[in-house]
């Protein structure tokens, strides 16, 4: 399977804690995107890499969030100190090129207790 | 600040019933118009990408169209396998560099057999 690859599927933690997912874009895509998505929404962008390069981050993404993107290959998302209102599914995508679209992995979902 | 606009939120059909949603977008300049499926617990599939007024694509049963400020998703003689959310998102195109995808919240599909 050459798609974009996301781990774990499911995570479930206590408020308070760190979490840090896991996405492997498609191999030939210099760019990669972390979206967050609550039931009932679309996804809305936290952030953007070309390449190790972030772009653009989101105002959603506060200062307990980070994510990196070493050797332009795989990235991580960490949450550090999670509240309950960080649950929801995190996505990862990847494109080829402005303008052309993003393949999306199939999330990861963060449950805090 | 760019935003998108589906409708109806959720639409119920028959077997063979066609109908269309619709996205209605305010963008500064549109660099692409892209038309997603998401099926319950995984990320958005790719369907369309549109770049200009006037222009069309289709696949199987399912035909996009895009004008200055809206676009259209026809479904033609839907089966129950066309059950999804369909989202709708604009690339805007900006001087800084930005390349993320603004979504809609999705119109949940339903058919019925």
């Known amino acids: 399977d050459t798609g974009v690859s996301q781990n774990p599927r499911h995570k479930i933690t206590k408020r308070g804690q760190n979490v840090t997912f896991r996405c492997d874009p498609i191999?030939?895509?210099?760019?990669l995107y972390w979206y967050r998505q609550t039931l009932g929404q679309g996804p809305e962008f936290l952030t953007y890499?070309?390449?190790?390069?972030?772009?653009?981050k989101s105002r959603l993404l506060s200062d307990r969030f980070s994510a990196e993107r070493p050797k332009g290959s795989f990235s991580t998302l960490e949450i550090q100190r999670t509240e309950q209102g960080d649950s929801a599914m995190y996505l990862c995508?990847?494109?080829?090129?402005?303008?052309?679209?993003?393949?999306f992995g199939n999330g990861t979902r963060l449950t805090v207790t | 600040e760019d935003q998108v606009t589906q409708s109806p939120e959720a639409l119920r059909l028959q077997e063979g019933e066609s109908s269309s949603l619709n996205c209605s977008y305010t963008?500064?300049?549109?660099?692409?118009l892209f038309w997603y499926r998401q099926d319950p617990g995984k990320g958005p599939e790719f369907l369309f990408t549109?770049?200009?007024a006037g222009e069309e694509k289709e696949k199987e049963r399912l035909k996009a169209t895009l004008t200055k400020k809206e676009s259209f998703l026809h479904i033609t003689a839907p089966k129950p396998e066309d059950s999804a959310t369909y989202l709708c998102?604009?690339?805007?195109?900006?001087?800084?560099?930005?390349?993320?995808?603004?979504f809609g919240k999705g119109t949940k599909l339903t058919v019925n057999p």
């Open positions: 995508a990847s494109s080829y090129s402005g303008g052309s679209p993003l393949h």
């Open positions: 191999s030939e895509h210099n760019r």
């Open positions: 890499f070309q390449n190790e390069a972030q772009l653009e």
């Open positions: 963008v500064s300049g549109l660099r692409g």
């Open positions: 549109l770049y200009s």
């Open positions: 998102a604009v690339q805007a195109v900006d001087q800084g560099g930005s390349e993320k995808l603004v």
